[in-house]
């Protein structure tokens, strides 16, 4: 399972993004080899449709669940249709914590735009 | 004769100027393309005698001929259409009906359905002069298919003035698209002369003849004057400020009502652009 978290920098002791389609990196965590990867977010600089073009990206990496600061109504479609799951953290946790969180289930799912889309 | 008048920053005076030309103008038909927020309807106070829906178009995947290739995703600009696991996501608030992503895709899985995105008036001012607008509903991208619309339904009128958005985006674009003259109204202030600038590398993009009103005249300093001397721009009229213009301005009457320095304005920068038959 690949676990896809909005980070700042990248590495693990980062902070986590306070935006997730314009997070500057993608850390994705492979629960089979315990690996963390880093990948540049190519979605966030996009003029319009960021959240789209970011859940593509996690997609294209093949993420299962990820986990996000908050998202828009396009995210949200676009995460059930590329089938990844979304868990909140909250802020000020690095990428490291918030996956611990995520493992020992303290993180909400959502299921529904924690914020209005066209900001 | 096309004659759009922008600006590049906003509040320099495009819709004044609009409509105290045409007001000066015996045989003129003005549109307002300035679609996101239009408002030179509110100084001509028009009879609307017709309106009409403008639509634009957004594409539609058919899944069963979609074999989820990508290229409609890869090319599309604005991310208004985005293939996923299972199916192609179409946000069509997104999508700037481009035509591209049919265009593209190799399985004939896209076709074009129809959304009405605003509207354009038709009004009569006075005994013979037209005016049009159109408004742009709140949320879409895109008022591009609405100038168009409006400039074709007058590309056959002698005399026509184009109110045109500010910026140099692809709605200012569409507005000065095929002007026989621009005008530009400027501003003498850094802001004003910044935004001019852009205005200006775009008309000699767009390989089309433009002068300069210079509006609030005597605000600001004279940065404006160095750059248009040292460019070779024409400055067809300066237009002081005065504290009465704003108040005339802000009840939503026309300035050529009220005052004969604006009338002369007015009529000479006519002569300049139009030719002394129109004066």
Same mark, same amino acid.
């Given at each position: 399972m690949k676990i896809g978290i909005c980070a700042?920098?990248?590495?693990?002791e980062s902070l986590v993004a306070?935006?997730?389609?314009?997070?500057p990196y993608f850390a994705v965590y492979n629960s089979e080899t315990l690996d963390f990867a880093f990948f540049n977010?190519?979605?966030?600089? &996009? !003029?319009? !449709?960021a959240g789209g073009k970011a859940v593509k990206v996690l997609g294209d990496l093949k993420v299962d669940i990820v986990l996000v600061p908050e998202l828009g109504p396009k995210a949200i479609d676009a995460l059930n249709a590329f089938e990844i799951k979304s868990y909140q953290y909250k802020q000020g946790k690095t990428v490291r914590e918030a996956l611990y969180e995520y493992f020992e289930k303290k993180l909400p799912e959502m299921l529904d735009a924690s914020v209005k889309g066209k900001h | 004769m096309k004659i759009a008048i922008l600006s590049g920053?906003?509040?320099? !005076?495009k819709t004044t100027l609009s409509v105290n030309l045409f007001s000066s103008l015996n045989k003129v038909t003005l549109i307002?393309?300035?679609?996101e927020e239009p408002n030179s309807h509110l100084f001509l106070k028009g009879n609307t005698y017709h309106e009409e829906d403008i639509n634009k178009q957004y594409p539609v995947v058919d899944h069963d001929l979609?074999?989820?290739?990508g290229k409609c995703g890869e090319f599309c600009n604005f991310n208004a259409i985005i293939p996923a696991k299972k199916k192609v996501l179409v946000f069509d608030d997104l999508?700037?009906?481009?035509?591209g992503c049919k265009l593209v895709c190799p399985t004939n899985a896209i076709s074009y359905t129809d959304k009405a995105i605003g509207k354009i008036f038709y009004q009569s001012v006075g005994d013979n002069k037209q005016f049009l607008y159109g408004r742009l509903t709140v949320? &879409?991208?895109?008022g591009v298919r609405i100038i168009e619309y409006l400039k074709n339904v007058t590309k056959k009128e002698e005399v026509l003035l184009i109110d045109s958005p500010p910026g140099t985006s692809c709605s200012t674009v569409a507005a000065i698209e095929g002007s026989d003259y621009c005008i530009i109204a400027a501003e003498p202030t850094p802001f004003g002369l910044s935004d001019m600038r852009m205005v200006v590398e775009l008309l000699r993009e767009q390989k089309l003849d433009f002068g300069v009103v210079v509006n609030k005249?005597?605000? !600001?300093?004279d940065d404006i004057y160095k750059y248009l001397e040292e460019e070779g721009i024409e400055l067809l009229e300066n237009i002081d400020f005065r504290e009465e213009f704003a108040k005339i301005i802000a009840r939503g009457e026309l300035l050529v009502d009220h005052s004969e320095y604006v009338r002369n304005i007015m009529n000479s920068i006519i002569k300049k652009v139009l030719g002394e038959t129109y004066a």
């Open positions: 700042s920098d990248h590495t693990p306070n935006r997730f389609a314009r997070a977010n190519t979605a966030k600089d &996009e !003029g319009s !449709g | 920053k906003g509040g320099t !005076g307002d393309a300035d679609v979609c074999t989820l290739c999508c700037h009906d481009c035509g949320g &879409e991208v895109s005249s005597n605000l !600001g300093n």
